[in-house]
């Protein structure tokens, strides 16, 4: 049978990829840069170093720059200028380093003036009409300068191509004072280098979410410059380079100081100029070498780029109508953005330690949202990027220990620093996640050592605190009740990791420490609870309440009290049993939030009642009803969500896209399945958003997901089969998706009550584990 049906596959997915677009010309990378999503629509490879992309507005105050973390930001009307590095969907941002801008005429501005004033600086206003937005693409029509400017990126490069006006003298401003999230004292140190063949060089280094961060540049160009001047801002004093042939000058001028920008002058042009940029976190030998490394011009680039997204997109075959294929590839796209490139060609890359460090035989990733991405983001990885993303990851992640100044695994990292930002250490469940699996190419039992040491490092988050109590005092610690749930949670991934390599005392320890979730969960009250240190529940207690540094992490206790995906079922036990469970998720969904004020909040959106979309805490509950016996609930709350988070268009996420975890959410619920607990090598059952889907997997094996009967009307599952066999648990294992075959959902108008319902059918939970 499942030889038959791989045949099947085979043909099948061949005739799918004559029939519609290829999964590149599916993605929108404008999803998302309106509203909150906090992406970015400019170009960057699978992965890469460089995200070069415009920048419409980096002057704000901080508190007022949220809707502007990636830099970009749909509704505004002009843009600065194009800088080569930006987070996509990040809550809080940094980066915007190394901002670009050409200039046409003979006025050359060096401040990028305002918005509401057209031709007061810099800037220019522009019309999304002329806009093209492609992975590893995208291009613009600078309107107040008449200037096209086109961006593409490699791996560690970006090339600009900007097409002039006729008989207009062209020029170029860098501005290194511009950064995202930008301050008084941001920029530390930065330098300047006009290297003898005409090679700009220089770095910087800021003060800003990562402290101490070092960036280093090279930058070439297609033609000879035919003068240039570095200025300090602070100072006021101009340094005079080079008057005359440019490349091949024994000429150079150099300038350091913290306010720098340089400009530099090309004449009229008969073509268009390109600038080639490369980026390298250990010094400018390094972004030289980078750039070396990645041969050729814009067209040369834009071809590798474009075949290497193609590879990538490609590992899932999506057969939809259009909006919704186009949804899902774009939220693929998204997913394969970060942990990014920080490592060299060759190899070097600056640590957690600010020391120069060598990967040897992987490529270093940093940029670990891991309070986010653990949860989705990862899990997928395991499946469209197995062997070299996930083994790549979690290297990055040991080595990231091992160079730690406080030995443990980062929290939140970009450019290999700590920003301690967010709580747990859910480093802990990716590396035990893609163990379990069978992914190897790393030391387990070096990885396995430094979970341990980050879940023992007590001056951590309360963590002394809660391997003396079994929970977080919150009259200790802010957070608390979040805090104590999430390390269970890490603690359980642990002991599967070590139960699996045969270490069995620690196994038996952090099984222990797994069913901590227990003591913050107040059993009258039916809700998860800060405690003090006393053992009392901390009073007043509401609900509803979401106040930055109180009992919760960016959430309730209608969103935390469902937060232990490691044991379901010991929860529905303390709440009373299936029925209450269920009332109790229609309640979280169905409530009238219409009186309570969360825009103090920034990070909550998305809400359907308490349920919130927008943030990370709530993305498994509507998966739960199953473990209550209830999947058919789980296929109309699902409906609910995709129809109303997610949408093609520019506000088409309902909150910060998290370094791909929001677009994780949207790939695996597309496919018909989630990893509610990521350890238990179990996805549960959701229903299909998708007429047909086929993962590419390993040795040539392909899994397809098949939605017989999908419509508008038909949204229930009333019966799965499993290469060809009937399916009556709500779960599917991850070996049977590795193993290749066909998971065939015959879909409803009205649902099947019974599929699924059985307690032997019921995805896994630590306390009734088959």
């Not at 969960?521 to 809700?527: A, E, L, N, Q, T």
């Not at 269920?582 to 979280?588: P, Q, T």
Request: charged share 20%.
């Amino acid at each position: 049978m499942r030889t038959l049906i791989l045949i099947a596959l085979s043909l099948s997915t061949a005739a799918v990829g004559q029939s519609v677009p290829a999964p590149i010309d599916a993605v929108d990378p404008m999803i998302g840069t309106g509203g909150e999503g906090h992406t970015f629509p400019g170009a960057t490879a699978p992965f890469g170093m460089v995200q070069l992309s415009p920048d419409t507005d980096t002057t704000c105050e901080i508190r007022a720059c949220y809707g502007h973390a990636a830099g970009y930001r749909y509704d505004d009307p002009t843009i600065q200028g194009f800088s080569h590095t930006h987070f996509s969907g990040a809550g809080h941002s940094d980066l915007g380093d190394l901002l670009v801008m050409p200039q046409a005429g003979d006025t050359v501005r060096l401040d990028p003036g305002d918005p509401k004033r057209p031709g007061s600086g810099y800037r220019s206003r522009f019309d999304h009409r002329d806009e093209i937005a492609h992975p590893g693409y995208y291009a613009v029509t600078l309107r107040d300068g008449g200037i096209r400017a086109e961006m593409t990126a490699g791996t560690r490069v970006g090339v600009h191509r900007y097409t002039f006006p006729a008989g207009q003298a062209a020029h170029l401003v860098l501005d290194l004072r511009s950064s995202l999230y930008d301050y008084p004292g941001k920029i530390l140190w930065s330098g300047l280098h006009w290297r003898p063949d005409g090679t700009l060089t220089g770095f910087r280094e800021t003060r800003g979410w990562a402290p101490g961060r070092k960036l280093y540049f090279a930058m070439r160009f297609s033609t000879p410059a035919t003068a240039h001047s570095f200025v300090d801002r602070d100072a006021a004093v101009t340094y005079k380079g080079f008057q005359g042939p440019g490349r091949g000058s024994t000429a150079v001028a150099e300038k350091l100081g913290r306010a720098l920008e340089a400009q530099i002058d090309f004449g009229r042009l008969a073509a268009p100029l390109e600038v080639k940029v490369a980026l390298s976190g250990v010094d400018e030998n390094g972004a030289i070498a980078n750039l070396d490394a990645e041969t050729g011009g814009f067209d040369a680039v834009r071809t590798r780029t474009a075949a290497a997204w193609s590879d990538a997109l490609g590992a899932v075959q999506i057969d939809a109508a259009a909006p919704m294929r186009t949804s899902v590839y774009t939220a693929l796209y998204h997913t394969l953005l970060a942990p990014g490139v920080w490592s060299d060609a060759d190899g070097r890359y600056r640590g957690p330690d600010d020391q120069v460090h060598r990967a040897d035989g992987f490529t270093f990733r940093s940029t670990f949202s891991l309070w986010d991405t653990f949860r989705a983001e990862h899990p997928l990885l395991t499946l469209v990027q197995p062997e070299r993303t996930t083994t790549d990851i979690v290297r990055s992640l040991i080595e990231s220990r091992r160079h730690s100044p406080d030995g443990i695994l980062p929290v939140w990292q970009f450019a290999g620093r700590e920003t301690w930002t967010m709580i747990g250490y859910h480093a802990a469940p990716v590396i035990a996640d893609a163990y379990l699996k069978g992914i190897r190419g790393f030391d387990a039992d070096a990885a396995l050592d430094a979970m341990i040491a980050s879940a023992t490092y007590a001056p951590y988050g309360g963590l002394g605190a809660y391997m003396q109590r079994g929970y977080v005092p919150i009259d200790q610690e802010p957070e608390a009740a979040s805090k104590t749930v999430e390390y269970a949670y890490d603690d359980w991934t642990i002991a599967r990791m070590a139960r699996a390599m045969g270490r069995t005392e620690v196994a038996d320890r952090f099984d222990r420490r797994a069913g901590n979730w227990r003591n913050s969960f107040d059993i009258k009250s039916g809700w998860l609870r800060a405690r003090l240190a006393n053992g009392a529940f901390r009073t007043p207690f509401d609900p509803t309440a979401i106040n930055y540094g109180s009992d919760y992490t960016e959430g309730n206790a209608w969103q935390y009290s469902w937060f232990m995906p490691q044991d379901q079922a010991g929860l529905i036990r303390l709440l009373g049993g299936d029925a209450k469970t269920i009332a109790r998720l229609d309640a979280m969904f169905d409530y009238d939030t219409s009186k309570l004020d969360y825009s103090h909040a920034e990070d909550i959106a998305g809400l359907i009642g308490q349920y919130i979309h927008g943030n990370e805490p709530s993305h498994h509950v509507a998966y739960l009803y199953g473990y209550a016996g209830a999947p058919w609930r789980t296929q109309e709350r699902l409906g609910q969500i995709v129809a109303s988070q997610y949408k093609p268009t520019p506000d088409g996420l309902s909150g910060n896209d998290d370094l791909g975890q929001m677009s994780a959410w949207l790939v695996f619920t597309a496919l018909g399945f989630y990893p509610v607990a990521p350890g238990s090598n179990e996805y549960v059952i959701g229903r299909p958003f998708v007429d047909r889907a086929v993962l590419k997997l390993p040795a040539g094996k392909r899994f397809a997901v098949v939605a017989d009967g999908l419509s508008d009307t038909n949204l229930y599952v009333a019966a799965v089969t499993l290469n060809g066999r009937p399916l009556t648990r709500s779960f599917v294992r991850d070996a049977e998706i590795r193993a290749g075959g066909e998971l065939r959902f015959t879909m409803a108008a009205t649902p099947n009550r019974e599929w699924g319902s059985a307690a032997a059918a019921r995805p896994y939970s630590m306390s009734t584990a088959r």
